[in-house]
């Protein structure tokens, strides 16, 4: 099992920038940490991820903005988050891949974003 908790959310104006935070906790072996967010009224999207290695990919349209890093010892990832828009606001949820392919979602953070 795999447990992981978000921080970092909240309230911040257009233009400014935010840096979330996740952390894993168990004994399974993680290869793949991410991040998504859901929008109000649209479906969860990915944003980015980071593998064990360090290799990065970025969703297309989350690309210039917003950097993922990860600490492989802490067993965290995070996201850098950059001249925000009120366009990204959302929930924002880590997610979690073991070695074994099962997936792990935190219970996410709010981020507003307000112009």
């Not at 935010?18 to 940490?33: E, Q, V």
Request: glycine share 12%; aromatic share 10%; proline share 3%.
């Amino acid at each position: 099992q795999v447990q992981l908790v978000e921080s970092g959310g909240g309230l911040v104006q257009a233009g400014g920038s935010l840096r979330l935070s996740c952390a894993a906790s168990g004994t399974i072996f993680i290869n793949d940490m991410g991040w998504y967010r859901q929008r109000p009224g649209e479906q969860r999207e990915p944003i980015a991820s980071a593998l064990r290695d360090g290799s990065t990919t970025y969703a297309d349209s989350m690309k210039g903005r917003f950097t993922i890093s990860r600490d492989n010892a802490k067993k965290a990832v995070y996201l850098q988050m950059n001249s925000l828009t009120p366009e990204d606001t959302a929930v924002y949820y880590c997610a979690a891949r073991t070695f074994g392919g099962a997936k792990y979602w935190g219970q996410g953070t709010q981020v507003t974003v307000s112009s």
